[in-house]
């Protein structure tokens, strides 16, 4: 055997090995992660949301729902500081932290609670597009060909189709077929469900119904380009099944940029559930969203800016957290700032 | 590139048709008529309302004429006439022949128009108030990404994206109230509701006249309406930026020696543009199609209030004419954003 | 560097607070003080004039409401809003005062009735021989000259008998077509197709300037249906064609602006579709004493959304608005420009929630009287609904032809009374065996900001009193008045009836008995809606109807509603209906309690 004229790991300037200790991925991108202030604080933010949502029985003290027509309108006495117009015509009153809406409820407790709605469908509309998206576009992507085809070809017609509209005839169509099943089966049971939710379940559904389309396209794209990949050849050859391919090697290494399309998505998610209970296809009352609330709110909004300020505030400050989260997210993951920052 | 049009032409035929089966069924499945209302009609005038609208007929026969009336070009002898169940959006007359295409129908609820006369009078002022939208949207996002990406990490990147994120974050159902206040009755600045524009259109869509009255009118509603595409655009910009400066080809720009601004606009720009163009396409679309809240807010009479309204009334070809009319703008909006790919990256190529 | 950040997120979300109360701290009064429309920056629309003292008079109102017009035809309209434009474009043979509810000479300067013997009324109608048809060409108002150019085309009997002949056709399906199928003769046949033979409705030209209509029953109001939009003279020349082909035929699209013609003191001047539709006064209408000749000269009335109305309203741009948003009420009552700017008129609707009488729990009468009882309507109206309004103890409002008021019949129907809620609920609970929150109740409406406020107010108020809990389910309009009509019908539902023409039949027995608009039946039997079938109370609204003393009238009609109201509880009425407006102070005008308003009577002083 010839001696090699040179040493492999000396090669690099000023004999440094060539190989350092590699960290995974995922640990490497969560340090970059929590180097982001503004991920982190936008992480915080969600975190104290879920608390708070959480914990809202022992945050709002009175209760939401409770209308005490006298206390109608009720305004805090710092308010007019800010908002020095209201003083000939708002009554105030120190009961209620944020003020009081228009048939007496406390907006403080709204708001806390409204958290509960706007978080959940901030979570759980992604998670239904995710699942869906992703099983579609994966099967997609890995079968290629003629399957791919179709599949992305219906995924096209599906898309030309407007959302917003799609889902309030969903709703339309939903919520008018409840009035007439029988107790036991299981449209019954949804219906029940959707109640308990306070009206929510159709919106998730609705949502998620039509937002798996890009998470489709996305992960078939990425599949697409994993596919081509040396391991996931190797796998092939040594035999190894379709399940076992997908689930193993092309799904971790994908999930990345999905996860971050889908928490980009999100601040979406919540103005579509804002956008629907404007127009009234949102949540059954007494329940509280930010979304219905801002609707409620905005048209007193010349008279008693605070109905719909605070819930807007709150909502705003939601997406500012999803959008700083899924910007670092986003930023950490992506293997060529690797190594950088 | 010509047969590449035309095959995704073709191709939007079936995209439309399959959209209008599945709204056509969706929409019947509701329950519900165009004609419920808190004093029911008598049941005589409900069975003649359906048969003059051709309700009575089975669902296929009906799918079957409306796709006749808005698909198929109609050859015929007789002159238009004025009836509302025969109005056609596009009539050409060659001696004794008249060709007349696409019949979309009359309106259940207002008596008095079809969705012809939608499409004429009212889609334009959402065509522009949308156009001015993202006009604004690229004129504050555009900048707004540059700087942020140039001066990265900084306190300005920092305020660029904070704005483009607070446009994304305030709804327009708050935002135009507010506006509304501060800009129309308390400084009086500019005029609260209103649009100039209508119809006799120039071309058919165009504003007669673009005075000074006429963006008074329209810089509230598209300020408010495009500021939430332009933190779209100004954090896609960013993004696409900050990996175009990375990329190797810049490197060498530099280490050539050339100016930065030089480098940023002749190299750097062209191909951030691609991402930025994809989004335009749908954007577009969607900021037609969703100025329902701020026509509401605003006053102005564009088309946005149909597409919601619409549902409601079960004013099925009202419903029909939106989405189909939604569907073809997005392909043509895709389209378009492919052939411009074409243009701005020279390895693109279509066959 | 990181420092910068947690500063600049703390500024952006106060600049978001700082920009949302700037512009704040000018004083109210001030700011509200309704500038000089030629004060300020330049008219909305090309179309309008800012009215200046020696320049024309322009009034700008939203009385229209926020949606589009959707016709204008009088063969065919069906809203309130269509048919105030017909209002004032045509006319019908009588005219209805829209303060004092009374029968005027219209179109026809007197009439007679002639009772026949086989039961029906022959009422001949003397019309006026000096209104010619009119339009607007585009810069004034001309008349409608006949085929050789010579002479004006007047209005005739024969006009009028056109316009009935078209309301009636089969062919125009028109929804209000059904009202003269009630009273007019063999109208109902022409209508439904049964015949094809227009002469056996009973519409008889004998001049030009006569006419005499048949009406199936000897009662009160018919001269009031005669009045009404559904028998308007039309233009037979410019719908059908004219002159051999000189007049062409439009068809449907008459009224459309440029070929419009009518009669009345205003004719239509433009119509910009979900923007503005203008009249403009009419100078050949010679003016009669109920209905005079315009002040105004053009109306224009612009649509727009509630919060839209009032912002353009407070920067001095509309004159006048109807109905400003529920949220501003008390900045508006609080503030003295505007506060002084508001009024109050009573408006004919009756808000109400209905039962369905034969289903579950609330089939029994004690349950419904006790949740009747049980709403305290003015503690709604004052700090809920707050225009206003007054509560409703009965059905058919006070102020219809017929109807009982508040004066001479302060007891009648039902009031707020907790104690004999909860006594009334008592005697079914005892009886059932059940406690109040077991009950299985639900009540429907249909989605809007405002009924949902009202139906969760009621809904704790129930709570508080009766201890029952109600499930609250908001469907969206079309669903819920399908659902109400239909086998289904929910156990509460919201609805409100407004009125056809001003009387208490059009209420009490129109949408309540058997067959009514809520209490749809098959073969004489109720099968939805009240599901409810009184044989005293058809007795009594039948006898009404036919009565022709006004003071007998009214006392058949207080027994009907305390059975429909008291002892049978169909229904909670809650409030009568009233209209707030919001007008500047140099507007001179008058309050119409119909709901209607009559522009021709309006003024706008140099200001």
Known sequence: MAQLAFDPKSIGAGGTPLTQKRESLWQDAFQRLLRNRAAVLGGSIILLLILMALLAPMIAVKPFADQVLVDQNRVPGWLVSIFPSMEPYAKFSSDYPLGADYVGRDLFSRIVYGARVSLTVALIAPLISL???????????????????????????????????????????????????????????LSRLDEALG??????????????????????????????????????????????????????????????????????????????????????????????????????????????????????????????????????????????? | MGRYIIRRLLYMLVVVLVVSMITFLLMHAVPGGP????????????????????????????????????????????????????????????????IRWMNFGPSYKARGRTVNDIFRDNLPISAQLGVMSLFIALLIGMPLGIMSALKQNTALDYFGMGVAIFGVSVPVIVLGPIFIWIFGIELKWLPPTGWTAKPPFFLGFLPSSLNWEFFQHALM???????????????????????????????????????????ITRHAMKNSLIPVVTVLGPLFAALVTGTFVTELIFGIPGMGKYFVTSITNRDYPVIMGTILLYAVFLVLANLAVDITYAYLDPRIRYD | MHKNFYVLSLLVILSMILTACGGTTTQAPAATEPAAPGATEPPAHAATEPPAPEGPKVLISTFLGPGDVPTIDPAVVQDVNGTQITDEAFGGVTHLNEVTNLIEPGMAESWDAVDN???????????????????????????????????????????????????????????YAYLLGFVLKGAADFSSGTTEDFSTVGVNVVDDQTLELTFIDQVAYNPQIAGLWVAYAQPKWIIEGDCEGGVEAR????IEPGFF??????????????????????????????????KLDEVVFRILD??????????????????????????????????????????????????????????????????SMAVDRQSLIDNVTKGGQEPAQWFARPGLAGSPTMADHPDLGIKYDPEAAKAELQSYLDEKGVTADSLDLSLQYNTSAGHQAIAETIQQMWKDTLGVNVKLVNQEFAVHLDSVKSRDTPQIYRLAWCLDYPDANNFDRENNAVNGSQNPAENGEPYGGFNWKNEEYEALVLEAAKETDPARRVELYAEAEDISIVQDAIMIPLYWYTDLDLTKPYVVRTYSSTGKQAFEKWDILPH
């Open chain 1, 131 to 189: 699942i869906i998206g992703v099983i579609y576009g994966s099967i997609s992507g890995y079968f290629g060909g003629r399957v791919d085809n179709i599949m992305m070809r219906i995924v096209d017609i599906l898309y030309a189709f407007p959302s917003l509209l799609f889902i309030i005839l969903l709703m339309a169509f939903f919520r008018s077929t409840i009035s007439d099943i029988e107790p036991g089966t299981f449209a019954y049971a």
């Open chain 3, 117 to 175: 013997a086989d039961g029906t009324q022959t009422i001949t109608f003397h019309l006026r021989d000096d209104v010619p048809w009119v339009r607007w060409n585009g810069t004034d108002v001309e008349t409608v000259k006949t085929c050789d150019g010579s002479a004006d085309r007047i209005v005739t009997a024969n006009d009028f008998a056109y316009g009935i002949y078209r309301n009636q056709l089969p062919a125009n399906a028109s929804p």
């Open chain 1, 199 to 341: 009206g929510l379940l159709f919106i998730f559904v609705g949502i998620g119904l039509t937002a798996w389309q890009t998470m489709a396209r996305l992960t078939r794209g990425q599949v697409l380009s994993v596919r081509e990949k040396e391991f996931v050849e190797a796998a092939h050859t040594i035999g190894a099944s379709n399940t076992r391919i997908m689930f193993r090697h092309i799904l971790p290494n994908i999930v990345g940029p999905l996860i971050v399309a889908e928490t980009l998505a999100i601040p979406g998610y919540i103005a579509t559930e804002a956008f629907l209970s404007f127009i009234g296809l949102g949540v059954n009352p007494p329940t509280p969203s930010w979304g219905s609330m801002i609707s409620d709110g905005s048209r007193a909004i010349r008279t008693y800016p605070n109905q719909a300020i605070f819930p807007a505030l709150a909502l705003a400050i939601t997406m500012f957290a999803f959008n700083f989260l899924g910007d670092g997210l986003r930023d950490a993951l992506d293997p060529r700032l690797r190594g950088t920052q």
């Open chain 3, 261 to 294: 013609q009518s009669y009345g003191p205003f004719t239509l001047k433009d119509w910009v579709h979900d923007d503005y539709i203008s009249i403009v006064k009419n100078p050949f209408w010679p003016g009669s004493d109920a209905i005079p000749q315009p």
């Open chain 2, 221 to 263: 509603p598209s300020v408010a309406l495009g500021l939430g595409s332009s933190a779209v655009i100004a954090r896609l910009t960013r993004a696409t930026l900050l990996q175009t400066i990375r990329e190797d080809y810049i490197r060498t720009a530099r280490s050539k020696g050339l100016h930065e601004r030089v480098i």
């Open chain 3, 306 to 371: 509630e919060s839209a109305q009032l912002a353009d309203y407070e920067a001095g741009n509309i004159d006048n608005v109807i109905t400003p948003p529920l949220s501003d009420l008390d900045r508006i009552k609080a503030d003295p420009a505007l506060g002084a700017e508001l009024s109050v008129s009573p408006q004919f609707c009756t808000y109400y929630y209905g039962f369905n009488t034969k289903a579950p729990v609330v089939d029994d009468v004690r349950v419904r009287r006790a949740l």
């Open chain 3, 251 to 254: 068809g449907e699209r008459w």
């Open chain 2, 35 to 98: 004609f419920t209302q808190e004093k029911t009609l008598p049941e005589e005038t409900i069975r003649i309302l359906n048969e003059r609208y051709h309700l009575d007929e089975p669902l296929y026969v009906q799918y079957a004429s409306y796709l006749y009336a808005v698909f198929i070009p109609h050859f015929t002898a007789t002159p238009p006439s004025t009836s509302y169940q025969d109005d056609f959006l596009l009539n050409v007359n060659i001696g004794p022949l008249w």
